[in-house]
């Protein structure tokens, strides 16, 4: 029997608009209109019971989390229920009074995302004018405030060559912590993988400097790296397991196990409109069917690896095999591990990995 626990940590989508148009993005490929988002009253309910619940911290995203008119009032909602708050934004819709109000909300962390780490490249992803200026603009201000700043780096071949100037724009804002997170592959990045794939060679020279950055900066720039699961030999522990200790809302109220838990066709998902929050995270057919490890198939169920990886990524399982309870693809002990390779176009990387892997096996 699993043992559930509190939830400690939420991601509230409150709204799916956004004036960029990147390639990557992690919204669902059918993007809900405005009218169909959760009113400010539902929201405050919402985070009252997440308060109640347990929840310690919430990161408010999108789309673009600022086109929303009530966010200094949901801020302030969760600041009077101790909740901490992290406000991820694209930045480019920010003005100084705006940032003020969500500061004086309560505000206690904001994350701007950089689409690459030149003016050029940032206009290039996100297809937004002048959007890098605006964003270090923000980034300025944000410091000038006291907010504590998180530099968010999605990577992706158009930009993968910009890591080392990534850390030196972090460094330059002021910023507490870099987030050089690799593109995931499934939604918007999965239909545009032909532009965004980066090669094998391009992501290894990436994990060499980031290890070695990242040691030289200790105790003077917190980098976080999501590593790439398409050249993994092992699955990252997806939301620390399934329902484990965290979970997330949509614009409309579906409550999620994880990001791309829609993507899991056979998934009943509930509504924070239609039954409380708490039933949701301790009764949902959703959160308890791949909780724990009773659900795992071999070889995960004996498996070393399983307290640390749980099992990997349910929506990356289903979508290589049309399995959620599959073996995570990345792992190299899955019979499907080869599909995932097979991601990246360049057929002479495909030929190389597939190599080194039966290398492995003679070995």
């Known amino acids: 029997m699993t043992t ?29 209109k405005a009218n169909r988002e959760l009113d ?23 789309g673009e ?5 009530d966010l200094d009032r949901l801020i302030a909602c969760l600041s009077d229920n101790g909740v901490y708050t992290n406000l991820i934004t694209a930045a480019v819709t920010v003005t100084r009074d705006k940032l003020e109000s969500y500061k004086q909300a ?28 605006k964003k270090r603009q923000v980034a300025q201000w944000a410091r000038e405030l006291e907010l504590p700043l998180t530099i968010n780096a999605p990577i992706h071949k158009l930009n993968i060559e910009e890591v080392p100037e990534f850390v030196e724009l972090a460094l330059e804002l002021d910023a507490e912590r870099l987030e050089i997170a690799n593109v995931q592959y499934y939604g918007w990045a999965y239909l545009n ?63 999620l196990p994880c990001h791309a838990a829609q993507s899991i066709t056979s998934l009943s998902l509930d ?18 069917r791949y909780r724990g490890f009773e659900w795992m198939p071999e070889p995960c169920r004996s498996c070393e690896r399983k307290e640390i990886d749980f099992g990997g990524c349910r929506c990356q399982a289903f979508a290589m ?27 002479s990387i495909r030929k190389r990995m597939i190599g080194g892997a039966r290398e492995l096996e003679k070995a």
């Open 106 to 133: 309560g505000l206690d962390h904001i994350q701007v995302s950089f689409q690459g780490a030149r003016p050029e490249t940032t206009e290039l992803v996100g297809h937004y004018k002048n959007a890098h200026v």
């Open 40 to 62: 400010t009253g539902t929201w405050v309910d919402t985070f009252e019971q997440a308060a109640q619940l347990g929840i310690l911290q919430i990161h408010l995203s999108g």
């Open 271 to 288: 509504k924070v409109t239609d039954k409380p929050l708490r039933d949701i995270w301790e009764t949902s057919e959703a959160f308890n």
């Open 321 to 347: 095999t049309g399995d959620a309870a599959a073996t995570d693809p990345t792992c190299i002990k899955s019979p499907y591990h080869d599909r995932l390779r097979e991601l990246p176009a360049a057929e």
């Open 4 to 32: 559930i626990g509190p939830p400690l940590g939420l991601l509230a989508e409150l709204t799916h608009r956004c004036p960029l148009q990147c390639g990557y993005c992690s919204n669902p490929v059918e993007l809900l």
């Open 193 to 255: 993988r032909a532009a965004l794939l980066p090669d094998y060679d391009a992501v290894m020279r990436q994990v060499d400097y980031v290890e070695r950055i990242r040691e030289e900066l200790t105790g003077i720039l917190n980098i976080d790296f999501v590593t790439p699961d398409y050249y993994a030999d092992y699955p990252k522990p997806c939301m620390g397991g399934w329902a484990s200790d965290a979970f997330m809302i949509t614009p409309d109220g579906h409550v």
């Open 65 to 69: 989390p600022t086109l929303r008119p």
